[in-house]
T-cell receptor, first 114, second 114 residues
């Protein structure tokens, strides 16, 4: 069975500081991995995805994530936080093939302090 | 605008009442999903569908039924609502393909059962 663990339900950073949101996965086969962002009272929006191509994946809004098989990690980073980045972020995993059901982590709320 | 539309956006039900949540997508996506989102638990899959006329159970299907009579619509029904079904419900859809393109989400339905 596949699963993801997001370390830290709440993360606070100062505006302009590095953003690092942690995600570790468990999967029996090489997975597909995703980061989604949810702004208040909205649905989830895809930030970026890893589907076995380049291990460093660039997404929207200046975010990127690196797939590290040896560490079973897919951490999300952004060099400089902006106030508009305040949202909840979800890491997700799916196994290639089959119906590719996606399993979501429990989410990390990012607070950006002015 | 193309996308996933959920109706209603808000609803308050009394225990024992029934209701149907509608999800409509105009992107010709084959796969559709219903998730519920609860604080600290991320998104949990209720039911999903891989095509018109087909449905399958997800992680937390009890108390819910679904139907997909048309490719563009996926209905979620609660026959006898319970307070434990108070949640935010998200519908998502995805295009069939070799690589996982990620989900497109609706904006959610906030349901309160009193």
């Amino acid at each position: 069975a596949q699963s993801v663990t997001q370390l830290g339900s709440h993360v606070s950073v100062s505006e302009g500081a590095l953003v690092l949101l942690r995600c570790n996965y468990s999967s029996s086969v090489p997975p597909y991995l995703f980061w989604y962002v949810q702004y208040p009272n909205q649905g989830l929006q895809l930030l970026l995805k890893y589907t076995s191509a380049a291990t460093l994946v660039k997404g929207i809004n200046g975010f990127e994530a690196e797939f590290k098989k040896s560490e079973t990690s897919f951490h999300l980073t952004k060099p400089s936080a902006h106030m508009r980045d305040a949202a909840e972020y979800f890491c997700a995993v799916s196994d290639p093939g089959g119906y590719q059901k996606v399993t979501f982590g429990t989410g990390t709320k990012l607070q950006v302090i002015p | 605008n193309a996308g996933v539309t959920q109706t209603p956006k808000f609803r308050v039900l009394k225990t024992g009442q029934s209701m149907t949540l509608l999800c409509a997508q105009d992107m010709n996506h084959e796969y559709m999903y219903w998730y519920r989102q609860d604080p600290g638990m991320g998104l949990r899959l209720i039911h999903y569908s891989v095509g018109e006329g087909t449905t399958a159970k997800g992680e937390v299907p009890d108390g819910y039924n679904v139907s997909r009579l048309k490719k563009q619509n996926f209905l979620l029904g609660l026959e006898s609502a319970a307070p434990s079904q108070t949640s935010v419900y998200f519908c998502a859809s995805r295009l069939l393909g070799r690589d996982n393109y990620g989900y497109t989400f609706g904006s959610g339905t906030r349901l309160t059962v009193v």
